[in-house]
């Protein structure tokens, strides 16, 4: 039995990691997780690049930035599959609540558009917004959002803020808005600091969310555990994604050694059943986290490019070369070597057009046939990484 380091976030998202060890799935491919809990996103890229851990729960971007430069100096780091799509909340604090319902806002929690226009109308002067890392699907989120709906960025603070000092921040007047993973919304709904405004799948029906990232020494030089852990995970998010398996996988992360919370508040996000206010209103939001389903795992290399170009214009790069340095970290070379052989559903393109599908849709497979998960903007956006120039 090999054992392996791995650190995470305390998130629901960090489930496939923690359900992978607590069910046996890593035990079957040869291996003991050790779980290092963390309290920051730069604990985790700083703790891999030191070698103190074999793998990492991180944003999506991160590694991106990575390959940019735009973080330390640290041996080159790959993304070898997705964790999740989705999970994230917009939300606000009590104050800017008030003033929503005064303008007649329901808090439907399902309308991008209607959402962004009547914080428009509540906000004045600049708005304080709680993201956990500069460099994160949630970052990349709130400013396509409120730029379509007429909130420029100079009229934004975007704050970094930990996912688990998301509700202090509220309180102490910090920041007037968040948007963070779950559990740490509703966290601060029961505290009573918060209104839940939006799901991040309102705004982009597939946001990726985390992956699972690698040294590039480690996947390449110690292929078969890297292999092994990929497999363990995959399975994880497989049977995280069958029906009526969130309510255990509830019970399971919510353990004091790992998310350390009320098992009721955890299975929330990832029922998608939102308790979205103190008054107790509930929202269902269908698939506000997936896994596995709709190649969930899939580590498309234009989603790559998607968050290089966000990130070149923002930093003064070149986005033709930054999307094309940044699709070499996302390893769907990887994905295919190693879950092919656990039956893994595998597309015949490595890159898409992205925000593309409306619905979820039937493509053509490596065998067969397959499902893709509906990925459109609110907005109707697409990014086409070969348009890039």
Not at 183 to 198: E, H, I, Y
Not at 258 to 286: C, F, H, K, N
Request: aromatic letters at 6%; hydrophobic letters at 50%; glycine letters at 10%.
């Amino acid at each position: 039995m090999t054992t392996l380091r791995l650190g995470y976030v305390p998130l629901i998202d960090a489930a496939p990691l923690i359900v992978a060890q607590e069910l046996g799935f890593a035990a079957e491919e040869g291996l003991r997780l050790d779980l290092v809990r963390l309290g920051a996103w730069a604990q985790a890229r700083d703790m891999l690049g030191a070698g103190m851990i074999e793998a990492a729960h991180m944003l999506v971007p991160m590694p991106v930035g990575q390959a940019l430069g735009l973080g330390p100096s640290l041996p080159p780091m790959d993304l070898v599959m997705f964790l999740s799509h989705g999970g994230q909340v917009v939300a606000v604090n009590r104050d800017l609540e008030q003033r929503l319902r005064d303008r007649g806002h329901d808090f439907a929690f399902n309308d991008a558009r209607a959402a962004g226009a009547a914080l428009r109308q509540a906000v004045t002067g600049r708005l304080r917004i709680g993201v956990p890392f500069h460099f994160s699907t949630q970052f990349e989120l709130v400013r396509h959002w409120l730029a379509s709906c007429g909130l420029a960025a100079s009229m934004l603070d975007l704050v970094t803020v930990p996912p688990p000092m998301m509700a202090n921040a509220l309180a102490r007047g910090e920041v007037e808005a968040i948007c963070v993973g779950e559990p740490w919304a509703s966290v601060s709904v029961d505290r009573g600091l918060a209104a839940l405004l939006l799901p991040g799948t309102a705004i982009w029906a597939s946001p990726p969310e985390k992956g699972l990232v690698l040294l590039r020494d480690f996947a390449d030089a110690r292929e078969q555990e890297a292999g092994a852990l990929m497999r363990a995970v995959w399975r994880a998010g497989r049977w995280l994604d069958e029906e009526g398996r969130r309510g255990t996988a509830a019970e399971i992360i919510s353990r004091p050694a790992y998310l350390d919370l009320p098992p009721e508040l955890v299975e929330r996000g990832l029922t998608g059943r939102m308790t979205v206010s103190a008054r107790g209103e509930i929202r269902e939001t269908p698939g506000f986290v997936s896994f596995n389903e709709g190649a969930a795992s899939f580590p498309w290399k234009s989603l790559a490019a998607l968050f290089a170009q966000r990130l070149a214009l923002a930093h003064g790069l070149d986005p033709q070369d930054a999307g094309v340095r940044a699709m070499g970290h996302f390893r769907t070379d990887l994905y295919r070597r190693h879950l092919r052989p656990a039956g893994a559903p595998l597309p015949g393109a490595s890159q898409r057009i992205e925000g593309a599908l409306s619905a979820d849709r039937t493509v053509a497979a490596e065998r067969g046939s397959m499902i893709l998960r509906a990925d459109g903007f609110f907005d109707g956006m697409t990014f086409d990484p070969a348009a890039v120039g």
